[in-house]
Every structure is written in C-alpha cells, then in structure tokens.
C-alpha cells in the first residue's frame, strides 16, 4: 500500500515537474514572492525562453 | 542470505536474456508472440544496467555522492534543481521519447523482425544508453555546458563550429522528414486532417486560458485540452461522413505540405505562450499517457508477430527504402537504439536538475533503456499486422503500381498475400477512403496500435476511433517538434547572422525575427515538398539523410566524450565510448557512400540523377513530366551535396579528436580537465 502510495505520489510530482506547476512554486519561494497573474506571466515568459532556444528530441 | 538471493536474482536474468534472445533468434517456421521480444529486452535491459552501467558508473566516471552537483552549488530556483531523480528520470525521458523510435522501427521492419529488434537492443545497452549517460556526467561536471560548448573547450573551435552547423543541418532535414510523416498520414483522410487542424484552436485557446484566465493552472487546462482533442477524433468522424464538409479536409499532399509550412512559419513567430507551450504540455502527457497504454495494452493482449523474422528484402530490394540491411537497418532505426539527438537533451535541462551524482545512472542511462523499449513496442505494433497489408500501406506507388490491383499483385506476387477487397474493409473499419500508399510509417503504425488498443478494449467497433487517436498522438507532437524545432533553427541562425549585422541577431527585432523564420521554414519546406514530389514516396530518400545525420551527431557526442575520458586519465577504459563510435563511423560512412555513390538508382542519389537525365536525354519521359524530372535531378543533387556535407563536417572534428587522443596519449599535449571543482555535497536527503 505505502509503495502504492509513493508511486503515485512521484507520479503527481511528475506531473507537476512537466507542466512546470513546480518550478513556478520553486520560483515564488525563491523569490519570496505570492502568486498573481503578473507573477505567472512574468515566471512563464523566462521560462519559456529558457526552454524553447534548445531542440526538441526526435 | 541476501546477497546470494541476489546474485541467484541476477543469474537468473542473465539466463533468461540470452534464452529469450536465443528464442526469437532462432526461432522459425511459426509465429513468435510479442511477449518473447518484451522479455528478451527487459531481461537485457536489466542485465546492462545493473553490470556495464553500473562498471561504466563506479570505476569509469566515478560517481562521487560527496560531489556538489550543479544543481545544488547553483541552485537559482529556475533550471539548477536538485531534483528527485526518479521525477528526474521521467521529465528527461519525456525529453529524449519523440516519434523517432515510434516511426523507424515502424519502416525497418521490411527486413522482418529480428534485425531491428537485437539492434534496437544491443544498440541501446552498448551505445544509445552509454552515450546519454557519459554526456550527461560530462556536462554535470561542467555546470550544465552544452555539446557545442564542450565540443569547442575539449576539442577545438573546428569541433565546436562543425558540430554547430551539424545541428542546425541535421534539424533542417529533421523537420522536413518528420513534416512528410504528419503529410502522408493525414494525405486524403478528412477525420485525421480535421483531428489535427482541431488541435490548433485548442492550443490557442489553452495559451489563453493559462495567460489571462486560469494563470498557472497548467494541468487542469492540459486535462481540458485532452478532453476537448478527444472530443476532436469524433468530430472528426462526423466531419468524414458529412458529405459537405469531407471535401474540405479531403487534401492532398501537396495542400497539406504547404499548410504545414505556413503552419510553421506562423508557430515559430508567433508568441511561445499562445500555440507552441500549450501544445508541449499537452502532447507531453498524451505521449507518456499512450506509450503507458500500449505498454499496459502489449502485456494484456500478447499479440502474435505475422511477420516474419527476416523477409526477403534483407537483399537491398525493399519497397519502403532501398538498400541492404548493412548498413541501412542501423540508419533507419536511429532514435531507440543510439540517437545523437539525445546529447543535446544529456547536455541541456537535465545535467542542471542532477541532485547527486549516482542519480545520472537511472537518468541517462535506464531512460534510454526506455526509450529503446518504446522502439520495441512500435516494432510489435508494426509485426502484429498481415505483412501484406503492412506492405500494401508503407509501399509507394513508384514501386507497388499506381492501381489497388496492381499494388496487391506485385505485393502477393513477393510472397506477401493481400487482396483489395481486405483492404478496403480495413479501410471503412478505421474511417478512410484507402490505406493504400500511405507511406512514412505513422498510418501502418496507427493500425497496429489500433489493433492492439481494439483488442483490448472495445473490440472492431472502435478500431476506427482508435486508429485515428494513434495518429493524432504521432502528429500532435510531431507539430510540437516543428514548432520548437523552427523556432530554435531561426535563433541558431539569427544568432549567425547577427555576426554580420547586429540588428539580425536581436530576436525581438520583428523583421529579423520574420526573415529568419521564413528562410529556416523554406530551408525545410523545400524538402519536405521534395518529399510529397518524389515518386518513390520521399522516405526512401529523406528517412536515411536523416538517420545517417542523426548518428553522425551520436558520433560527435561520442567523440566528445572519449577525448573527456582520456583526458581524465581513464584511456584505458576509452573502449567504453570507441566501441559504439567505431560501429557508428563504419555504418553511417558505409550508408552515406552508398547514398552518394551507388550505382543503383534506387539507393544512390548521384545514380538516381544520372538515370533521370539519361531517360530525359533519350525522350523517354513525356512532355508534361520534364519539368518535374528536372527538379528530380536537382533534389537527388542536393541530398548528396547534403549527405556529403555530413560526412565531411564529421570527418572533420574525427580527424580533430584523434589528433587530440594522440597528443594526449603521446604526452605531447596537455591532458587539461575542465570540470567545475570539487565541493563537497551538503545536500540532505529530506531536500531530494
């Protein structure tokens, strides 16, 4: 049960890892700042300049 | 006791690795069940990552847990994270799994199913694996620096400028053979084209959602998004029996090559946060979700192979791509047994997210065990079909006859029985006009996912439904890779051309930034409309320049890592990298040469050139189709200029390596280690 449980509980941090819900909340923490829309936006734009100057995989 | 438990364990597997590689080795005259290729890998998969990964680890690289990673001396809460490595090693895998191990394996199994498969499991434990984790170590230890980087510092600058320009070439022809894949999947199928031109509203609309409405929310719109392209494949169906709105999206592959490449154009220009990122996200998940499904779908249904182990296109006469099983079944399974593509991925995002040094082994190595997995399970999906209808959708008119009739005698007549009439009904069963000439792999891999996915759940009723969600997987994250991959060619080029101009360079100048997209988007689109011109199908031609590149950047990355190796002092383990870089020279320079300079003009585009102009010379070629011959010499012209450009640059920085091993090893030339120092890891295991 308990491996049942750690299995999907790195399941949903995957999942966050993927879809960058953890590097925002790293990223509020960091910062020492709270969630807003500006902050998402201003969080989303570097990071998504970061990501897409590298190639995709085939 | 538990240490013998242990080692019986792994006796055990080693015993059973070799008996299931024997058995679907040596196995002939009746049908093999999938299951023996599943545990031949996993039992193989097993043994090379408990013994040579971890040989490779501990006496070779020698991981040191008391070592900073860059993660933890640099943390910055943005890219340097220490990261759970299991966490790790599923983002890394997400990474590195695209349709390259989906689609090879599809099209080399004209030679049957045995080469593809040991090759894409040797391959993966000797090569592939051991590339993805020394580049990794590599650019740990070096804060994270890139290839290129690395290339240039341990190298020299002709390494560095030779393996940019490698990169940049190599994704050029690799948008433009994965563009022809999404082209001829979609070419004439009105619920596919409607499913896909479907996801871009969506993506748009998740951009928005997650911008303006719903900020951060990225999973609950990525489960939106999935909802609404699920909802999309049965739009699409109604689309496909609506008499009025089937012509609409009914396009041929020319149509849909051109709206590909205004879709690229406008994808890379256009915000990153409005189509592309929504799109990545979702075509994240879908691709984890189905490669799960079929993994889950393989084990539950264990579908038989009909085909068989080799087939009689192992002479170099196959219809799908020509040339002999050396040297083109290790070229046209690249990405899954040993993909260059991987370095640049070892080298980018990964090696910053590193929490402690051990953790490289299940990241760089086990994830690439997976990825090779994945190439098995697309190798199933493509055996589980009737060679002849495998063969009826993959071959190109060119070669099959331009009529249904034809086509099923020329394929009956090799041995492979199949009659129009199944055909058909395979057709009406998943929802389209025909399936035959439906070259480029993603249609016949579909049906076999399809099979797999219908006998599962739902049975014929809706293999339909699943065959068009097996194609809006491979062509949603295809289109991902077009985004991203133009977008990244235009910065690789902006960042050129700004040597020259500074405004050029500047990426947020609006006219460089259009310029450069435009010549990026039309340096691709040119070969993908060679693709849809080429009688032969354009994957005989693209499909291997794009393998034989794909391996040359492996061979770099390889390179890279032998003259780190050496200069650590570690010479005489340089076995471990020289071994897969010695294969790789041998067939991707054997497969170029044959490329360039075979006489058959089926395989050597120098060949092909001289046949054309020679028909051309004589009359044979009627009035109406001399213009389009002509552009058929000059494109075989330029895949050889293209293919000889790739092994020159290579040859090159191997000539630039070897030159630095014998300084080295000589004691003429210093032996300099440029990895970050030494600091000792306070990182506490609550943290990971």
Known sequence: MSLLKRASFLLWELLQELSDESAYRRHLAYHGRRHSPEEWRRFSDQRLQAKYVRPKCC | ?688
């Open chain 2, 1 to 688: 006791m538990r240490r013998l438990i242990g080692h019986l364990f792994w006796a055990a597997v080693s015993v059973g690795a070799a008996f299931f590689l024997a058995g679907i080795a040596l196995e002939r005259g009746e049908p093999v069940n999938s299951m023996w290729l599943v545990l031949a890998a996993t039992c193989t998969y097993l043994v090379g990552y408990r013994f040579y990964a971890k040989f490779i680890a501990a006496k070779v690289m020698v991981l040191n847990n008391d070592r900073a990673t860059p993660a933890e001396r640099l943390r910055n809460g943005h890219d340097y994270e220490p990261t759970n490595k299991w966490i790790l090693f599923g983002h890394h895998f997400a990474a590195i799994a695209g349709p390259g191990p989906l689609v090879g394996p599809t099209l080399a199994a004209q030679f049957g199913y045995l080469p593809g498969t040991l090759w894409l499991i040797i391959g993966a434990v000797l090569g592939g694996a051991v590339q993805d984790f020394v580049i990794l170590f590599c650019s740990m230890r070096r804060d994270g620096k890139t290839l290129g980087q690395m290339a240039r510092e341990e190298i020299g600058k002709t390494g560095g400028i030779a393996a940019l320009l490698t990169v940049l070439f190599i994704m050029i022809i690799l948008l433009a053979v994965v563009a022809l894949v999404v082209v001829n999947a979609l070419k004439g199928s009105p619920w596919g084209t409607f499913t896909i031109a479907a996801t871009m509203p969506i993506a748009i609309f998740m951009g928005l959602y997650l911008r303006y409405w719903r900020p951060g929310k990225v999973l609950e719109v990525s489960l939106i998004g999935f909802a609404l392209v699920v909802l999309s494949i049965f739009g699409g169906q109604r689309v496909a029996e609506s008499p009025a709105l089937a012509p609409w999206f009914t396009l041929g592959g020319m149509s849909l090559a051109v709206a590909v490449i205004i879709y690229g154009f406008f994808a890379s220009a256009l915000p990153v946060w409005l189509l592309l990122a929504p799109r990545d996200y979702l075509s994240t998940f879908v691709k984890l979700g189905v490669v799960l499904m079929l993994g889950v779908g393989i084990l539950f249904v264990r579908p038989e192979l009909q085909l068989p182990a080799f087939t009689r296109f192992t002479d170099g006469t196959g219809p799908i791509f020509a040339g002999k099983i050396f040297p083109f079944c290790f070229i046209t399974i690249a990405c899954g047994a040993i993909s260059g593509f991987h370095s640049l991925i070892s080298s980018g995002t990964t090696p910053k997210m590193i929490a402690k040094e051990w953790h490289a082994w299940p990241v760089g190595y086990g994830s690439m065990l997976l990825e090779s997995f994945v190439g098995i399970m697309a190798m199933i999906a493509a055996c589980v079909l009737q060679p002849g209808v495998y063969f009826a959708v993959n071959s190109p008119a060119g070669i099959v006859g331009t009529t249904p009739e034809a086509a099923t005698a020329t394929i009956t007549s090799w041995g492979f029985p199949v009659t129009v009439g199944e055909m058909e009904q395979l057709a009406r069963d998943v929802g389209e006009h025909t399936l035959f000439y439906r070259t480029g792999g993603a249609p016949s891999l579909a049906l076999g996912m399809a099979h797999i996915f219908a006998t599962g759940a739902g049975g014929r009723a809706i293999v339909g439904f699943w065959y068009h969600f097996a194609i809006m997987f491979e062509a949603l994250f295809i289109l991902t890779i077009i985004d991203a991959g133009t977008r990244v060619g235009r910065f690789m080029l902006q960042d050129l051309l700004g040597h020259l101009h500074k405004s050029l360079g500047r990426t947020s100048w609006m006219p460089g930034v259009i310029g450069a997209s435009a010549v990026v988007v039309l340096a691709w689109g040119y070969f993908l409309i060679q693709g849809v011109r080429d009688p032969l199908g354009g994957i005989n031609s693209l499909w291997p320049l794009f393998g034989i590149a794909n391996q040359l950047l492996a061979a770099i990355a390889l390179c890279v890592a032998t003259t780190i190796l050496i200069k650590m002092h570690r010479a005489r383990y340089m076995w471990i990298t020289c071994l897969p870089l010695a294969w790789l020279v041998v067939v991707t320079f054997t497969a170029g040469w044959q490329k360039i300079f075979s006489p058959e003009p089926r395989v050597g585009f120098l060949a092909q050139a001289d046949h054309l102009e020679s028909a051309l010379r004589s009359g044979q070629i009627a009035a109406a189709k001399v213009a389009e011959s002509q552009a058929l010499i000059f494109n075989a012209r330029l895949d050889a200029a293209v293919c000889g450009i790739f092994l020159f640059l290579v040859a090159l920085i191997l000539a630039d390596s070897i030159r630095v091993w014998a300084g080295i090893l000589r004691g003429t030339r210093e032996a300099k280690v440029t990895e970050a120092p030494f600091v000792p890891s306070r990182l506490r295991p609550e943290e990971i």
